[in-house]
C-alpha cells in the first residue's frame, strides 16, 4: 500500500483527525537475548560498521541459510541459546556437511557467531530469522469488515468498522465516510489475534509507540525522533485547518501524523484528571478517546496549541508548544474557564 495521507478534518469541535503512518512496520519487542554473544557491551562508544546492505541480505537468498536461521531462532524460543554444527546440519536441506559448511561460513559473521564449537544468532540475524518467522516480509493479511464496538468521533454514529488491507488497519465509518485511522500492523499480529483482540492490539501497540515517539524515541530504530506542531493542511483553507504533531526520525525514515490530542494521552496530568473523575483514559481506544477533547491554536507565533477536556464540569487544558512540551497545564472549574 502507498503512503497514506491523513484527511482534512473539519471544525465541528469534537473530532480527532485522522492518524497515520508512513513507516516500516514493527515487530514487537523482542524478550532479553538469551546467548551469550549479547551481553551489554564494557565499552558504549558507538561504532559504524555497517555491512554492505546488498551483500548482507544477498547471502540470505539460499533455502539451505534460511532453514539454518530459522533452526537458530527456533532453537531460542526453546530455550536453547546455541546449536552445535551437527544439529544445524540436521535442521536445514542440505545434502552433505561439505556443502552445509559453505553455506554456514556465508552467514558468519554478519548473522551468525561461532563460539566454542556452537552457533548462535548475532543481533541482525535474531531480527531477520524472528522476522521471517512472525512472517513480517511475507505475509499479506486483508480481513474485514468487522465491526468495532466504539461511536464515530465525528458523527456519533454507534459503531465504526475495520478492514484489513495489505497489513494496514483502517477503522471508519460507514455513516460519514471520513476516515479515523489507517495504520500499518505486522502480519503476525494479525495471524495471533481473533478479531477483537486484533483490535485491543493493534490499538495497544500504536499507543506505544506513538507514546515512545513522543518521549522522543523512534520506534523502528530507537534514533532520536522530533516532534514538530504544525497546521497539517497549512495552505487549506482556513476554516478546515487543524493543528497536528508530525514525528520524523531522520535515521530510517520513519514518520507519523497524530493530532496533538493523542500525543498528549500519557502526559501524567491527564492520566491523574481522568482518573479522579473515575475514568481510565488508557481504556479508550484511538480512534475514539472520547467526544469531550477539543484543540484550539493559540498563538503561531511561538506555536502553542490549547488541548482540552472536560468532565463532570471541570477543565483540563494543556498548552502544548512547536515540539511538544507541555508548557503550561491549567485545571479549573467550566465557570472560571477561558472557553
Ligand atoms: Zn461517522
Ligand atoms: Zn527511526
Redesign the pocket.
Same mark, same amino acid.
Given at each position: 500500500m502507498t503512503e497514506t495521507e491523513p484527511e482534512t478534518q473539519s471544525t465541528d469541535g469534537n473530532e480527532l483527525p485522522a492518524t497515520t503512518e508512513s513507516a516500516p512496520e514493527s515487530r514487537e519487542a523482542g524478550n532479553a537475548p538469551k546467548s551469550a554473544g549479547d551481553e551489554l557491551p564494557g565499552t558504549p562508544e558507538p561504532e559504524e560498521d555497517r555491512a554492505d546492505p546488498s551483500d548482507a541480505f544477498g547471502v540470505l537468498g539460499n533455502e539451505v541459510r534460511m532453514a539454518a536461521l530459522r533452526a537458530l531462532v527456533d532453537a531460542e524460543t526453546e530455550g536453547e541459546g546455541s546449536l552445535a554444527f551437527s544439529e544445524l546440519f540436521e535442521a536445514t536441506p542440505a545434502d552433505n556437511t561439505a556443502g552445509f559448511s559453505y553455506h554456514l561460513r556465508q552467514l558468519t559473521d554478519h548473522f551468525v557467531r561461532k563460539t566454542e564449537g556452537r552457533y548462535t544468532l548475532t543481533y541482525a540475524g535474531r531480527e531477520i530469522a524472528r522476522a521471517i518467522r512472525a512472517g513480517t516480509y511475507t505475509d499479506s493479511v486483508d480481513f474485514g469488515p468487522i465491526a468495532v464496538d466504539d461511536p464515530c468521533p465525528f458523527c456519533g454514529e454507534e459503531r465504526l468498522e475495520a478492514r484489513g488491507e495489505d497489513n494496514y488497519v483502517a477503522v471508519e465509518c460507514g455513516a460519514c465516510d471520513r476516515p479515523t485511522l489507517t495504520l500499518p500492523f505486522p502480519p503476525g499480529g494479525h495471524r495471533a489475534h481473533d478479531p477483537e483482540g486484533l483490535l485491543t492490539a493493534f490499538d495497544r501497540h500504536h499507543r506505544h509507540r506513538l507514546s515512545l515517539m513522543a518521549d522522543g524515541v523512534?520506534?523502528?530504530?530507537?534514533?532520536p525522533?522530533e516532534a514538530h506542531v504544525d497546521y497539517h493542511d497549512a495552505d487549506g483553507p482556513e476554516s478546515t485547518r487543524r493543528p497536528q504533531v508530525r514525528f520524523d /526520525?531522520?535515521?530510517?525514515? /520513519?514518520r507519523l501524523r497524530s493530532p496533538v490530542t493523542l500525543a498528549v494521552l500519557e502526559h501524567p496530568e491527564v492520566i491523574s484528571f481522568y482518573h479522579d473523575h473515575g475514568v481510565a483514559i488508557r481504556e479508550r481506544p484511538l480512534w475514539n478517546v472520547g467526544e469531550e477533547w477539543r484543540e484550539r491554536v493559540v498563538s503561531e507565533e511561538p506555536w502553542c496549541v490549547r488541548v482540552s477536556t472536560k468532565i463532570d464540569g471541570e477543565v483540563l487544558a494543556l498548552f502544548v508548544a512547536a515540539n511538544l512540551e507541555v508548557v503550561t497545564v491549567r485545571r479549573t472549574t467550566a465557570s472560571a474557564s477561558a472557553s
Open positions: 523512534c520506534p523502528e530504530c530507537s534514533a525522533a /526520525c531522520d535515521r530510517c525514515g /520513519c
